[in-house]
């Protein structure tokens, strides 16, 4: 049975950091690319950075980069999300995503909230 359980998120002060974890069981999470996408409310979901198998590669979104940082440990079967800098159009819920080939999983989602 695959699962993506995001934790992490919270409600934080503008200027302020979280991290988020996504936790992943089911399939051979060393096979695949992780990304973390969100979703604010009234918006489509968008990407916001994405790891390759093997880490090696890490792309961002432009309002992620130099504040975020996505990493993986896939001795944990887990995926990470630092957020710094957070400001309040940082709104929204926060999903994890793992591709390769034609699967495509999908968590359930964290809501991080970033207000004064």
């Known amino acids: 049975q695959v699962q993506l359980v995001e934790s992490g998120g919270g409600l934080v002060q503008p200027g302020g950091s979280l991290r988020l974890s996504c936790a992943a069981s089911?399939?051979?999470?060393?096979?695949?690319?992780m990304s973390w996408y969100r979703q604010a409310p009234e918006k489509g979901r968008e990407l916001v950075a994405y790891i390759t198998s093997t880490g090696t590669i890490k792309n961002y979104a432009n309002s992620s980069k130099g504040r975020f940082t996505i990493s993986r440990d896939n001795a944990k079967n887990t995926v990470y999300l630092q957020m710094n800098s957070l400001k309040p159009e940082d709104t929204a819920v926060y999903y994890c995503?793992?591709?390769?080939?034609?699967?495509?999983?999908w968590g359930q989602g964290t809501q991080v909230t970033v207000s004064a």
């Open positions: 995503n793992a591709k390769w080939q034609i699967d495509d999983y």
């Open positions: 089911g399939f051979t999470f060393s096979n695949y690319i």
